[in-house]
């Protein structure tokens, strides 16, 4: 048998490695081996195969020794017909019988040859002499015709090159117009050589953040961008603080600025506790019913099979163990109720977070996953050394799609921004080792619409190529793209990383540091250099801190407030258990809003000091007081599933308990005789507020009840999870009318002021404007490439105050922008990009003029709703869940996950 070269030998070290779940010493061993430029066919080598040949080495001494016995036995030349992969797959009697017969079919051939060979000596010999001649005879004439043709031609060349010369220029600058990016139909090969030092970052401007004892796999921003995560080889995670303007010497490690997350008891070195994978969620699903309030939460994945959930601050709160080996990759869904793990044990799962446990196993691979990747809220793909990618969806017990075009491990999975395209890279052949890709946030379903869906991939070869999918073609020859799509950044095990200018095809920044790189990220804000827009506008913008007051007292989140109809009272609602209504008048006397004053009421949802989730309070909202001869009232609904009604001065006066589940939504009708809920138990309830009754419960959804709007004192729409949104009118026993066209959960309905207008928005990212007169919807607005949380009517056109001014519809988006819409047309007006994470809560002031919004990136922006652009912009500590103007227009509140409400001064 011939000796196993060092070639094959590192191949199988590499694959026992990958396949052990130890996938960064797998990729440096890759890296320095070379194993993208070894010939083996990866697919002929079988799972397990080092384990299997040592196993066979011991059979093939055996069969050496036994064969050493027999006198006809030549060891050295029986043995030369015998490979590795023989000895993987056969057993030691039928390495024997191999023997045998390949040395019986060897000497046929040989004398066969012998034979053959001695005919075709003659017959070439003859043909050779044939040809010799042919070939002399056609020189010949070829000489001739050369001669007569190149006087004639001489003259016509040199005219033709400066023609030619001219006409290239031409053509150059007109294919620069239309590649755009690629400058040209030819790939580009770009050399780090070129790279001056002018490139290097200044130290200056880089914080090295020591703590871990061991090589660090994987890191991750927050949503927010102030947290970066972290997991290493040491068996932890850790999240660091990073906040605008610290210091470098208060980011070292230290206990006010580092969270450690341990993942095994006691002492930190144990190989099967390694911290493989790390995700953080936006947050925003978690702020009702889905995770109980937690905000975002870090997922991590670990070499001992379990997957951990943890607070922003640290604290674990639970351990999903199902995998038998090392997870190798995890994401979170965009709705933030179920993770996805994918393993060694050749298995992913879906966590259903809030229960705590496996909501579906899906074994169809035959080896390892290794990457895992939601498509959209219940489905994914799934990638394996099995050569396969299966696209999965929670419910089904089969593969709703199998791709099986890949001839070795599928390494990674990228959906498009669409959902449409699925991207994935392998070990086989045809592409090398490609160890990951990325999609470009551009082109439709993104926020940069305008410019080229590109798709990037970095190589065992040293390489990152960056690829024009429309047309399927390399665009340039160069992970994490910046969210502008304007920059692309690569680690290498060179220790470098370069971040790469796309537009210009060349290094812009470089660093090097100490050790391999084996991951990058950007924060959601992108380069420093691509913020500046936004820091010179909170610089021109920013709200005075003399025109804002910070309300304190609330100790969890605040969800909710609500200025009252007369303008000088604000109530708020918090995850404690409280709302509270603050008194706000004399904007100079900001001392004496604090909590502890006169000018605050607390009201207590819970007796004594025991306060749960339940007691949480979800929603509020006031009356006029008209009409009920007790002046102005408070409603408020909480997760218990009462709704409470106090007066204005703090007093408890009726408690309506039927739902059961937390109230979700709550809404007052004109006339101040009822009050509408919607709740978590599928049902809505008009209650009799003087009666301090019941007056219907209707029960017609099949999923929790999302929002509820009064379209006049008797009938409403109500929407839900199951997709749907009724019209109930109270004294009617069913819908009398059902709008059925979203795809998704519906997450808002709002009456316009005349009430023959219903607008809604989903989860399926549009938002669609329905009418009485008719069943399908008016019109379907799809611009937004995320969820949509929430709609506003502008307070104008006929019905308003303001009738003289269009009717708009604004749209807020998890895809960080805001979109106001022409709704006579159904056409969007324009798109108002500031923030940079999603937008939870809108409101138009009073006149129309302006429009409010805050988002999870912690800011409260005012936009001129005339030009498009913001005038005012406040940042808080955390993220803003509502904001809401005052009758008069001149004050905006605003409440956040900081614990905290804002009273804002705003007078243009």
């Known amino acids: 048998m011939t000796n196993i070269t060092s070639v094959e030998l590192n191949y199988l070290v590499f694959r026992y490695l990958q396949e052990s779940g130890f996938t960064h010493s797998a990729f440096a061993l890759g890296y320095e081996a070379g194993i993208n430029k070894c010939p083996i066919d990866g697919n002929l080598v079988p799972p397990g195969a080092l384990i299997t040949f040592v196993q066979k080495g011991l059979q093939y001494l055996e069969m050496e020794a036994n064969l050493t016995c027999q006198s006809e036995t030549d060891m050295d030349e029986d043995f030369s017909f015998l490979q590795p992969l023989d000895l993987i797959t056969k057993d030691v009697y039928a390495l024997q019988q191999m023997i045998k017969d390949k040395k019986k079919s060897q000497q046929k051939d040989m004398d066969k040859e012998f034979d053959r060979e001695h005919d075709e000596g003659e017959r070439k010999h003859v043909r050779e002499r044939e040809k010799h001649d042919r070939e002399k005879e056609r020189e010949k004439d070829k000489e001739r015709t050369e001669k007569d043709k190149e006087k004639k031609k001489q003259h016509e060349d040199h005219t033709l090159r400066e023609m030619v010369t001219d006409q290239e220029d031409k053509v150059d600058v007109i294919k620069q117009e239309e590649n755009g990016i690629s400058g040209g139909s030819e790939p580009m090969d770009i050399s780090t050589a070129s790279t001056s030092r002018a490139c290097e970052i200044p130290s200056s401007d880089v914080i ?19 947290l970066l995560a972290s997991g290493s080889g040491d068996s932890t995670a850790r999240i660091w603080t990073i906040a605008e303007g610290a210091s470098r010497s208060s980011l070292q490690n230290g206990p006010s600025n580092v969270l450690v997350l341990k993942h095994v008891k006691g002492k930190t070195n144990e190989k099967s506790k390694d911290v493989t994978t790390l995700d953080w969620n936006v947050g925003v699903a978690t702020i009702f019913y889905i995770l109980d309030g937690d905000g975002t939460l870090l997922a991590t994945g670990s070499y001992d099979g379990q997957a951990r959930i943890w607070s922003s601050n640290g604290e674990l709160k639970s351990i999903l163990s199902k995998h038998k080996g090392p997870v190798f990759s995890l994401k979170w869904n965009k709705k933030g109720d179920y993770i996805l793990t994918g393993s060694c044990d050749k298995t992913a799962i879906v966590w259903d977070v809030k229960a705590e446990e496996c909501k579906q196993h899906f074994e169809f691979h035959s080896g390892p ?17 099995d050569s396969t990618i299966y696209v999965c969806k929670v419910g089904e017990k089969l593969p709703v799609k199998t791709f099986s075009g890949h001839q070795g491990e599928v ?62 073609r390399l665009i340039c020859s160069l992970n994490g793209h910046s969210p502008n799509g304007e920059y692309l950044a690569s680690g290498s095990l060179d220790r470098s990383l370069h971040i790469w200018s796309l537009k210009e095809g060349k290094i812009a920044k470089t660093y090097t540091g100490n050790g391999g790189i084996f991951e990058v990220c950007w924060n959601k804000e992108g380069p420093e250099q691509m913020d500046i827009s936004t820091i010179i506008t909170s610089q021109v913008c920013g709200i005075p801190s003399s025109d804002v007051i910070i309300l304190e007292g609330h100790t969890s989140e605040v969800f909710t407030c609500a200025w009252s109809p007369a303008g000088s009272l604000l109530a708020s609602g918090s995850a404690d258990a409280t709302a509270r209504i603050w008194t706000v008048v004399d904007w100079t006397s900001r001392s ?15 007796k004594g000091k025991k306060k749960g989730k339940s ?43 039927k739902h059961k589940g937390p109230v979700f939504a709550l809404k007052w009708n004109k006339k101040e005789d009822y009050l509408l809920t919607g709740s978590s138990d599928k049902s809505a309830i008009v209650w009799d507020v003087q009666a301090k009754e019941c007056k219907q419960k209707f029960e017609f959804h099949s999923g929790p009840t999302l929002d509820v709007d009064w379209r006049n004192n008797v009938s409403f729409a109500t929407s839900s999870t199951d997709n749907m949104i009724y019209i109930c009118e109270v004294g009617e026993t069913c819908p009398i009318k059902t709008f059925s066209g979203h795809q998704n959960e519906v997450n808002c309905v709002k009456w316009d002021p005349t009430g023959s207008l219903l607008a809604s928005c989903s989860d399926d990212c549009t938002a669609k404007i329905w009418s009485m007169d008719q069943d399908n919807y008016v019109h379907n607005l799809r611009e937004h490439a995320k969820e949509i949380y929430t709609v506003r009517w502008s307070p104008s056109g006929p019905g308003t105050n303001n009738p003289n001014q269009k ?54 922006n005012i936009w001129s709703v005339k030009e498009g652009k913001i005038v005012k912009t406040c940042t808080r500590s955390g993220g803003i869940f509502e904001a809401c103007w005052n009758k008069e227009g001149d004050k905006i509140a605003a409440c956040s996950a900081d614990n905290t409400v804002c009273a804002i001064d705003f007078r243009m």
Do not use: M
């Open 208 to 226: 090295i953040l020591e703590g871990h004892t061991s090589e660090v796999c994987a890191c991750a921003w927050s949503p927010a961008g102030s």
């Open 369 to 385: 996953t290794l990457d895992v990747d939601w498509r959209n809220n219940v489905s994914f793909a799934t990638s394996s050394t």
């Open 411 to 472: 390494n990674c999975v990228k959906w498009d921004p669409t959902g449409s395209l699925l991207a994935s890279c392998s070990d086989d052949i045809t592409a090398k080792e490609i160890y990951t890709i990325r999609w470009s946030p551009t082109g439709p379903g993104t926020n940069n619409p305008n410019q080229q869906l590109l798709l990037a991939s970095a190589s065992f070869d040293s390489t990152v190529k960056l690829w024009d999918v429309e047309l399927g």
């Open 592 to 606: 004496s809003l604090q909590n502890g004053s006169s000018k605050v009421l607390v009201l207590n949802h819970v």
């Open 615 to 657: 007691n949480d309070v979800t929603t509020v909202d006031w009356n006029v007081g008209a009409a009920t001869g007790e002046g102005t009232l408070l409603a408020t609904g909480s997760y218990d599933g009462q709704t409470r009604i106090w007066s204005s001065d703090g007093k408890l006066k009726s408690t309506l308990s």
């Open 807 to 860: 009717l708009l519809l604004a749209s807020a988006s998890f895809d960080s922008t805001v979109k106001l819409w022409d709704i006579e047309l159904g056409r969007l007006i324009c798109s108002l990009n500031g923030h940079r994470a999603p937008v939870y809560t809108i409101d138009f002031s009073p006149n129309g003029k302006y429009l409010a919004s805050g988002s999870l990136d912690n800011s409260l």
